[in-house]
C-alpha cells in the first residue's frame, strides 16, 4: 500500500506533538497518532521506525523549542538578568507546551542520542554564558547550571501537578527564590 499523499515524517511528528501537549506524552502511542492522522498504525512505518523513535523526535523538536524560546528571551543578556529572562521564558515554554517539556525531560537513550545530547548541551552552554559574569570555575559553573534547572523545573513539574495549592503566586515564589539563588552566586562569587 502507498504512503498516503501530504504523509510525512513532519506531519506524524506534528500530530505527536498536537497529542503532547493537549494529553500528556503518554498518550503518545502509534496508535493515538495514526487515529489523529486518520490512518492505520502501520502506515506510520514509512516514516518512522517506531514509538521509540517518535518519542526522540518529539524530544528533539521541544529541545529546539525550548532552546528558541529562552535564547531570544536572553537576547544577549547575561549575570542576574539573563537568568531571570531565561527562568521566565523557561516556565512559560512548560506552562505552554506541557507535553514538549515533558518529552524534554524523558528523552529515550539510544534513539537519535548523540542529536538529543547535543540540543541538551545548547542548552547548558546558553546557561554557561548567562553564569559568565560571576566568575565560576568550570565545575562550579555545572553545579550552579545544575541548581537553576533543578529550582526552575521544579516549579514547572509542581505547577503541573497541581501541586501549590497555596493562594500566593507561582511567579512570585519563583522571583523570591532566583533571588535567593542569585543573591548566593553574588555573594560567594560576584
Not at 497541581?162 to 562569587?189: A, C, M
Request: hydrophobic share 45%; glycine share 12%.
Amino acid at each position: 500500500m502507498p504512503p498516503r499523499p501530504g504523509l510525512d515524517a513532519n506531519a506524524v511528528l506534528m500530530a505527536a506533538v498536537d497529542i503532547a501537549d493537549r494529553q500528556g506524552i503518554q498518550a503518545v502511542t502509534l496508535a493515538s497518532v495514526a487515529a489523529s492522522l486518520g490512518v492505520r498504525s502501520p502506515s506510520l512505518y514509512n516514516h518512522i521506525r517506531g514509538l521509540e523513535e517518535l518519542r526522540a523526535l518529539l524530544a528533539l523538536h521541544a529541545m529546539g523549542q525550548l532552546y528558541g524560546e529562552v535564547s531570544e528571551a536572553v537576547g544577549g543578556l547575561a549575570g542576574k538578568e539573563g537568568i531571570e529572562q531565561f527562568a521566565y521564558a523557561y516556565l512559560r515554554f512548560a506552562r505552554e507546551h506541557p507535553g514538549l517539556y515533558e518529552s524534554v525531560q524523558i528523552a529515550p537513550q539510544g534513539v537519535n542520542g548523540a542529536e538529543i545530547e547535543e540540543a541538551g548541551g545548547r542548552l547548558v552552554d546558553l546557561v554557561l554564558q548567562l553564569l559568565r559574569p560571576y566568575g565560576l570555575t568550570e565545575e562550579e559553573a555545572l553545579h550552579a547550571v545544575r541548581g537553576l534547572r533543578s529550582l526552575i523545573h521544579g516549579f514547572a513539574s509542581l505547577e503541573q501537578l497541581g501541586g501549590f495549592g497555596l493562594p500566593l503566586s507561582v511567579e512570585r515564589s519563583l522571583d523570591f527564590n532566583l533571588r535567593i539563588f542569585l543573591t548566593g552566586l553574588e555573594q560567594k562569587f560576584g
